[in-house]
T-cell receptor
């Protein structure tokens, strides 16, 4: 079966712009989580959505937001981009039974 | 709050050597524990998991046992291969609706032929 699909794979944006990243979970998975990975901070939790509702949120500023659609696909948006937002953004989906998450290949965002 | 500590890398081994990557955790309640692996340029892949004390997760020759008394989940493999070269992450997930993953910083493994 298809895995978690993230688009686009690579993005280059300018400071001050905004960006939207997309994640299609594995069919049947209703939980979608987003993580930011940087060399300095490692993996940090952004937020989790379950059945179109944000269930958990990490410690990121309000410029980071997300949503989930009725088909479980999710998007995250970052507004007013800063250089420090350059990172690999990973999406993960789960059946929500505590049996682990399946990750996509990520979107590599570079802010210049 | 919950946290995960894993040994710093990089770890460099020769092919067929024994591998241990230490992981300890701090958590309230009874978390689930995971090892994920990240190959260069790729996302994270679940390697193995354990959901309760004394459970042993295993996959592709890797093993880890959930030790509640020592709050540890060390990763081991008896004979590593060059293809095992990757970054390994230990993580925990809380119970109930708090299933967000808390991560260790990752341990880079390089296996030389």
């Amino acid at each position: 079966k298809a895995g978690v699909t993230q688009t686009p794979r690579y993005l280059i944006k300018t400071r001050g712009q905004q960006v939207t990243l997309s994640c299609s979970p594995i069919s049947g998975h209703r939980s979608v989580s987003w993580y930011q990975q940087t060399p300095g901070q490692g993996l940090q939790f952004l937020f989790e959505y379950f059945s179109e509702t944000q269930r958990n949120k990490g410690n990121f500023p309000g410029r980071f937001s997300g949503r989930q659609f009725s088909n479980s696909r999710s998007e995250m948006n970052v507004s007013t981009l800063e250089l420090g937002d350059s990172a690999l953004y990973l999406c993960a989906s789960s059946q929500d039974r505590g049996d682990g998450y399946t990750f996509g290949s990520g979107t590599r965002l570079t802010v210049v | 709050g919950d946290s995960v500590t894993q040994m710093e890398g990089p770890v460099t081994l020769s092919e067929e050597a024994f591998l241990t990557i230490n992981c300890t955790y701090t958590a309230t309640g009874y978390p689930s524990l995971f090892w994920y692996v990240q190959y260069p340029g790729e996302g994270l892949q679940l390697l193995l998991k354990a959901t309760k004390a004394d459970d042993k997760g295993s996959n592709k020759g890797f093993e880890a046992t959930y030790r509640k008394e020592t709050t540890s989940f060390h990763l081991e493999k008896g004979s590593v291969q060059v293809s095992d070269s990757a970054v390994y992450f230990c993580a925990l997930s809380g119970a109930g609706n708090n299933r967000k993953l808390i991560w260790g910083l990752g341990t880079s493994l390089a296996v030389n032929p």
